[in-house]
């Protein structure tokens, strides 16, 4: 799916362009990358990583700093402290949207500026670097001694990096000597993963050893091997961001803001009425149904099957989530509906696929229908779907058939 844009507002007054990568179907949470220094939100990595983890179920925020001349304007100087300033304005932008981040990405430079923001942004719960810089004087490698000179003499100097030409001024240098990343992230202690390849020509692989070294636990170190600095491998980019979706998952809170709940049943008791190959009664309380497989499977007709109970109760919680939702709002919902299909998807993992068409009906703006629609994608047994649960299985009763019959 293509991203959308993402239009927000620096601390300067500058609009910064974005590009958000939604995941198709319940986000398990949000995130931003901020891409490597000199590059942009549509570099080969920021685009690949970001639509990796958009296909996990992670939305991304990447989007150009200001100073890159790919966002507010070719007359913006190259600003370190500014670039932490605009991964704060992202998350402010992004919270307000609905869309809070817990989770920051950052490559090479764009990781100490992620490290650095963190420390100010208490809702990121988690923190992932790839082939950042411990300390931010590695970057005065990439300038000339002249310019450098230059910048110190007249305030700022016009230079070429990468075959793109940029202007650095004294407040780079000041932003540089000021900010201690291996200070800053020993102090974040919020969990943090560190991807670096071990042949990286740009930042040294010693430079993963000192921010490991400095991070509190919980931390992690992932070798990206035989990967370049800019990951301009798609292998290498794809990998990166399968290590980071399955790290961050345990960090990422769950998304019940604002999301009304159903009561969770007391018990549903199944049991082979022994009339055909698969009819059971299915009971919970006073209320009774039956299930059952098709003929063409072996089975009566009689009643749903296990998946059609199970897309059940998704299209029953959506329609519920949705009223509940609209009655607390005040909006005018008349009516709504929710068909869902299940099928399994040859080669897609999980390979189980729930396909959830809604109807609302009712004189309602475009805005309250997306509100609507937003909720109804995050209902309670959506989120369980999505997420996973734990099942746990308990043996009642010894010997014959009948000796032991469950509670109903």
């Known amino acids: 799916m293509a991203g959308t844009v993402f239009t927000f507002v620096d601390g300067a007054g500058v609009p910064l362009s974005g590009r958000l990568e939604r995941p198709e179907g319940t986000p398990r949470g949000w995130a931003i990358f901020a891409h490597c220094f000199t590059c942009g939100k549509d570099s080969h990595a920021a685009v690949r990583i970001s639509r990796a983890l958009s296909r996990a179920g992670i939305g991304v925020l990447r989007f150009d700093f200001a100073g ?24 402010k932008a992004m919270a307000e949207a609905g869309m809070s981040p817990s989770l920051l990405i950052g490559h090479s430079l764009g990781g100490a500026a992620a490290l650095i923001a963190a420390t100010d942004l208490p809702d990121v719960a988690a923190v992932a670097t790839i082939g950042a810089p411990a300390d931010l004087q590695h970057i005065l490698r990439e300038f000339r001694p002249d310019d450098l000179d230059t910048v110190r003499r007249e305030g700022e100097a016009s230079v070429e990096i990468a075959g793109r030409s940029f202007v650095i001024r004294q407040s780079f240098l000041e932003a540089v000597e000021r900010f201690d990343v291996e200070t800053c992230i020993a102090s974040l202690r919020r969990p943090v993963l560190i991807l670096h390849s071990p042949i990286d020509q740009v930042v040294g692989i010693e430079h993963a050893s000192r921010l490991f070294v400095a991070s509190s636990h919980p931390k992690s170190f992932i070798s990206l091997d035989m990967g370049d600095h800019l990951l301009t491998d ?30 969770v049943a007391d018990g549903v008791v199944a049991t082979e009425t022994l009339a055909g190959k698969f009819q059971l009664n299915i009971r919970s309380g006073e209320h009774v149904l039956l299930a059952d497989e098709a003929e063409s499977v072996g089975g009566l007709g009689t009643g749903l099957s296990p998946f059609e109970l199970v897309s059940a109760g998704l299209a029953a919680c959506t329609v519920m989530t949705m009223r509940l939702y609209a009655d607390r709002k005040g909006f005018p919902l008349e009516r709504a509906s929710t068909k869902v299909q299940h099928e399994k998807i040859r080669d897609m993992t999980p390979s189980d696929r729930f396909t959830r068409t809604v109807i609302i009906e009712g004189p309602l703006t475009d805005e309250q229908r997306a509100r609507i629609l937003e909720i109804a994608d995050r209902c309670p047994v959506d989120l369980t779907l999505v997420r996973g649960s734990d099942v746990q299985t308990d043996l009642l009763g010894r010997g014959p058939v009948g000796a032991s019959e469950p509670p109903v």
């Open 68 to 91: 890159t001349g790919l966002s507010g304007g070719m007359e913006e100087a190259l600003n370190f402290a500014a670039d932490v300033e605009d991964i704060r304005a992202a998350a």
């Open 234 to 263: 798609m292998e290498d980019s794809t990998y990166a961001a399968a290590m980071v979706s399955a790290w961050a998952s345990r960090f990422l809170p769950l998304l019940m803001a604002d999301l009304p709940q159903v009561e």
